[in-house]
T-cell receptor, first 113, second 113 residues
């Protein structure tokens, strides 16, 4: 079983659509959770951190369920510029693996006119 | 935000040769991370490099194949040794800023022929 698993995708949605990505992680000791965005041929960049209470940043809403070891990202009113690969990322708690990030395989989103 | 200058941005190398990738950070950081992103896949951590100590390698990666230098708190190199076509990937360095957000270099796109 992969440490971080995401929806296989790809997702092809029209502008204005709402799309949701899911992610599960296997290490119950994981400490921090993130969604990163990677544009084609570019490096990943942080989209948002994910908190247990849930958090929102404009059209983006992230949720974390520690009991189920489940993370989600909701994008409302999709824009063409949202087209990218979305990476679910988990950070270990500490010890010898302090700071280690584990990436999901990524979900490709294409928003079309 | 952290500024990481990574070079070369791309290279085409003959099998059996070695390539050294450099990352320069605009400020001092304790840990630097090296990742590999194989075609169509997500990022996999190769090793963690602390200044003044040997790098810590993840399962499946060894020092003889991927020697790392960390001569000071702003600079690191990763060498891909005795290359084969299977080493064709994007290699990225990464640092943390603000304790939680990971920043990445622009990546080195390596093709081994």
């Amino acid at each position: 079983r992969k440490e971080v698993e995401q929806d296989p995708g790809p997702f092809n949605v029209p502008e204005g659509a709402t799309v949701a990505f899911n992610c599960t992680y296997s290490n119950s000791a994981s400490q921090s959770f993130f969604w990163y965005r990677q544009d084609c041929r570019k490096e990943p960049k942080l989209l948002m951190s994910v908190y247990s209470s849930g958090n929102e940043d404009g059209r983006f809403t992230a949720q974390l369920n520690r009991a189920s070891q489940y993370i989600s990202l909701l994008i409302r009113d999709s824009k063409l510029s949202d087209s990218a690969t979305y990476l679910c990322v988990v950070r270990d708690a500490g010890g010898t693996s302090y700071g280690k990030l584990t990436f999901g395989q990524g979900t490709i989103l294409t928003v079309h006119p | 935000s952290a500024v990481i200058s990574q070079k070369p941005s791309r290279d085409i190398c003959q099998r059996g040769t070695s390539l050294t990738i450099q990352c320069q950070v605009d400020s001092q950081v304790t840990m630097m991370f090296w990742y590999r992103q194989q075609p169509g896949q997500s990022l996999t951590l190769i090793a963690t490099a602390n200044q003044g100590s040997e790098a810590t390698y993840e399962s499946g990666f060894v020092i003889d194949k991927f020697p790392i230098s960390r001569p000071n708190l702003t600079f690191s190199t990763l060498t891909v040794s005795n290359m084969s076509p299977e080493d064709s990937s994007i290699y990225l360095c990464s640092v943390y800023r603000g304790g939680t957000e990971a920043f990445f270099g622009q990546g080195t796109r390596l093709t081994v022929v």
